[in-house]
T-cell receptor, first 110, second 115 residues
Framework: GENVEQHPSTLSVQEGDSAVIKCTYS??????FPWYKQELGKGPQLIID?????GEKKDQRIAVTLNKTAKHFSLHITETQPEDSAVYFC?????????FGTGTSLTVIP | DTGVSQDPRHKITKRGQNVTFRCDPI?????LYWYRQTLGQGPEFLTY????????KSRLLSDRFSAERPKGSFSTLEIQRTEQGDSAMYLC?????????????FGPGTRLTVL
């Protein structure tokens, strides 16, 4: 089955700096790659996603890039704010199956 | 608020007891998923429904676990004879389904503690 690895597990940045989280996957059949933000005590919330026919997607301060050849995708958050502090999960989707990474705990220091 | 609701939000039970959780998906979504999440891990797939049909079950879903979606709307997840290892957050998600519509929207989860 699919194996998703996510790095780093923790990340601290100064407010205003950029944050980058990287994921790799193993199954070349995966064709959808969502990113979720999870705050304490809440369920994951979809923040951005990308499909396999696209290399990059941007939504305001958040962008995702996908390299299908290398089987890796990344989340980029620019101009970070304290409210960006949360745990972020990547996922690789094959058919209807979602395979999640182990999460990155992001702390934005004011 | 994604529109997916779960009840209860928290459940504390003694080992050996049975528990049941409910999920109400977004009303027009025909796919419903159950996941388990333990501390420091991402959600792990348990099972999924297309309307009322349970189409896939993970090997994580032992015979103590059963899920239903009788009318293709809300779903229940029951755990019988709970064990301490069942302590986790149980998440429900729904999606519209169909080609290109596999975005999943998660509920807030039910946190289970087995004493």
């Amino acid at each position: 089955g699919e194996n998703v690895e996510q790095h780093p597990s923790t990340l601290s940045v100064q407010e205003g700096d950029s944050a980058v989280i990287k994921c790799t996957y193993s199954d070349s059949a995966s064709n959808y790659f969502p990113w979720y933000k999870q705050e304490l005590g809440k369920g994951p919330q979809l923040i951005i996603d990308i499909r396999s026919n696209v290399g990059e997607k941007k939504d305001q301060r958040i962008a995702v890039t996908l390299n299908k050849t290398a089987k890796h995708f990344s989340l980029h958050i620019t101009e970070t704010q304290p409210e960006d502090s949360a745990v972020y999960f990547c996922a690789a989707v094959t058919g209807n199956q979602f395979y999640f990474g182990t999460g990155t705990s992001l702390t934005v220091i004011p | 608020d994604t529109g997916v609701s779960q009840d209860p939000r928290h459940k504390i039970t003694k080992r050996g007891q049975n528990v049941t959780f409910r999920c109400d998906p977004i009303s027009e979504h025909n796919r419903l998923y159950w996941y388990r999440q333990t501390l420091g891990q991402g959600p792990e797939f348990l099972t999924y429904f297309q309307n009322e049909a349970q189409l896939e079950k993970s090997r994580l879903l032992s015979d103590r676990f059963s899920a239903e979606r009788p009318k293709g709307s809300f779903s229940t997840l029951e755990i019988q004879r709970t064990e301490q290892g069942d302590s986790a957050m149980y998440l429900c998600a729904s999606s519209l389904g169909g080609s290109g519509n596999n975005e999943q929207f998660f509920g807030p989860g039910t946190r289970l503690t087995v004493l």
